[in-house]
């Protein structure tokens, strides 16, 4: 399965600010997508990274508040904006070569909002 | 609306023994089941897939079993060890969908 690597792994950041988190994937890949995993749940999906064009979001989630990008098959970027403590969480960068494969994760971001 | 369902957060475990984790859902559209394991700090790693055609999927120590008109699931580890002992994830897409549902997770805990 394709290596995926996440950077930052951890952050600590103060109200207000913003962070950028990256995902790199070794190999040429169809499908990138961005979960949050909050304290002690499950992971939910933020949006489908879309490669050349806007990200598709789920119900919740708005693009001024996580904008991504998506230059190319093997790297996307998500922005976590404006951050409160409600933000803290590990953010998690998946990636699918075609429908009949499973996702594959990186080791998330941990962020934490002071 | 929570639509993949693990009602046990947690399970405890002798060494050797099997460790068997329930998962329920509420989407009929749901044609692909998943199991991920996840150690702390790192990210979930993919452990068994099912399709809604197959009642069953074994690899190794671990099977899977889908009933599909109870809408419930299960993971069999036979037999489990120590490095077992993670967060399991059950997740499920619908057809032509890449989207995953996941479950709120299950603590194995594998005692020696």
């Known amino acids: 399965s394709a290596v995926i690597s996440q950077k930052p792994s951890r952050d600590i950041c103060q109200r207000g600010t913003s962070l950028t988190i990256q995902c790199q994937v070794d190999s040429q890949v169809t499908m990138m997508f961005w979960y949050r995993q909050q304290p002690g749940q499950s992971l939910t999906l933020i949006a489908t990274?879309?490669?050349?064009?806007?990200?598709?979001?789920e119900s919740g989630f708005v693009i001024d508040k996580f904008p991504i990008s998506r230059p190319n098959l093997t790297f996307s970027t998500l922005t976590v904006s404006n951050m409160s403590p409600e933000d803290s969480s590990i953010y998690l960068c998946?990636?699918?070569?075609?429908?009949?494969?499973?996702?594959?994760f990186g080791d998330g971001t941990r962020l934490s909002i002071l | 609306d929570q639509q993949v369902k693990q009602n046990s957060p947690s399970l405890s475990v002798q060494e050797g023994r099997i460790s068997i984790l329930n998962c329920d859902y509420t989407n009929s559209m749901f044609d692909y089941f998943l199991w991920y394991k996840k150690y702390p700090a790192e990210g979930p790693t993919f452990l068994i897939s099912i399709s809604s055609i197959k009642d069953k999927n074994e690899d190794g120590r671990f099977t899977v079993f889908l009933n599909k008109s109870a809408k419930h699931l299960s993971l069999h580890i036979v037999p489990s060890q120590p490095g077992d002992s993670a967060v399991y994830f059950c997740a499920a897409r619908t057809l032509g969908d890449y989207k995953l549902s996941f479950g709120a997770g299950t603590t194995v805990t594998v005692r020696a």
């Open positions: 990274a879309n490669q050349g064009s806007e990200a598709t979001y």
């Open positions: 998946s990636v699918a070569g075609d429908r009949a494969q499973p996702q594959h």
